[in-house]
């Protein structure tokens, strides 16, 4: 008896062991995964600039979230924090930050590929949602970073708890470079105009969390307590069953609560009440109806990949 016992005991010993053993394991696998190069070619971005130019770049950077993580400033913020550890900050984009060596093949690579340069892989920076950002709108975006007084400091900040690194270097959760499905091509530029194609265009922005067929489920790699997105694409269980009209969806931007009063999780509200009048209405009448054209992932639409 006594001899199982003590057998048990070592048993349990050597898988506590074990047990340690992999996490530690994980998370120095973790930190040589944030340590590998990532490859990608990416074309030149033609540059832009001029007051129209500076103008959209403006309202995109204000309205596609790039605000919420940066500061409204461009001069980088913390924009999540928790007792478990969580501290993330988006870095300072102005002339005064890292990017002030920028070029436009860097641009593109940072924001739609999730690879700085030199190739280290972006964690957080959702680029999964902006791969599809037409040359015309990223342009926009950089010539209106580019004119931004300089500021300085506002270093990126990425603090997780330890079982996040532990699920980063299982390939639990991935990094942006790893979410983005590099073989989409930014889309085709169509008119900013109340139309299927435009919303379709909008609604790139969506996908990083609720899938790139809008189907919702679970955001991937996101804090278990994170409730599952809801599902946008047309069919059983669609929540756009509850915004009938392009006005209903803009409430629930504007104010974060469903037409019963209570508080919808997660959503980045703070750029998505920026939306045009023009965004909200076509983004609506694409996800209300027009749902046949491939969303957002660009798939449906088979353009040749550029060189
Ligand atoms: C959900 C928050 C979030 C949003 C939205 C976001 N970013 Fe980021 N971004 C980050 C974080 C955090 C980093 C730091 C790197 C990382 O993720 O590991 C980053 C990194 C970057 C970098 C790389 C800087 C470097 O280290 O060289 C660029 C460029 C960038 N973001 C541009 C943008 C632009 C432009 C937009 C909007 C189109 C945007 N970001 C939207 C969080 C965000
Ligand atoms: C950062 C992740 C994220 C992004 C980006 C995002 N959503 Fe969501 N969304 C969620 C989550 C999570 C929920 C479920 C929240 C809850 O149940 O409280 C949700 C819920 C919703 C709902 C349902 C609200 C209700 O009545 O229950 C709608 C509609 C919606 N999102 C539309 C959109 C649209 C349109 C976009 C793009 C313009 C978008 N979301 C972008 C995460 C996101």
């Known amino acids: 008896m006594r001899r199982l016992l003590k057998l048990a005991g070592l048993a349990l010993a050597a898988l506590l062991g074990l047990a340690v053993l ?77 990017v002030a060596s920028y070029g436009g093949r860097d641009w593109a690579r940072a924001v739609r590929h999730g690879v700085a340069p030199g190739g280290r892989p972006l964690l957080i920076m959702p680029s999964d949602d902006y791969v599809r950002l037409t040359d015309a709108d990223l342009g926009a975006i950089v010539a209106y970073l580019r004119q931004l007084p300089a500021r300085s400091g506002g270093e990126a900040r990425i603090g997780l708890p330890f079982v996040a690194w532990m699920a980063y270097g299982f390939g639990l959760m991935r990094d942006a470079s790893e979410r983005v499905d590099h073989s989409v091509v930014p889309a085709e530029p169509v008119a900013e105009a109340v139309s299927v194609e435009h919303g379709a265009y909008v609604a790139s922005l969506c996908v990083g969390c609720h899938g790139a067929g809008l189907e919702g489920g679970r955001v991937p790699g996101n804090p278990p307590h994170w409730p599952p997105a809801a599902r946008l694409a047309p069919g059983a269980g669609s929540v756009m069953a509850s915004y009938p009209d392009a006005e209903s969806l803009r409430r629930l931007f504007r104010t974060g609560l469903r037409a019963d009063g209570s508080r919808v999780a997660v959503m980045p509200f703070e750029s998505l009440a920026r939306l045009s009048e023009v965004d909200v209405q076509a983004l609506h009448l694409y996800l209300r109806g027009g749902g046949t054209t491939a969303p957002s992932t660009g798939k449906a639409a088979p353009t040749p990949r550029r060189p």
């Open 22 to 98: 992999l996490a530690l394991g994980a998370r120095l696998w973790a930190e040589h995964k944030r340590q590998r190069v990532v490859v990608i070619a990416v074309a030149e971005l033609p540059p832009l600039e001029g007051a129209a130019a500076v103008q959209r770049g403006r309202y995109l950077f204000e309205s596609r979230g790039c605000a919420n993580c940066h500061g409204l400033d461009g001069g980088g913020r913390v924009f999540a924090q928790a007792g478990d550890g969580t501290t993330l900050a988006g870095p300072n984009l102005t002339p005064g930050g890292a």
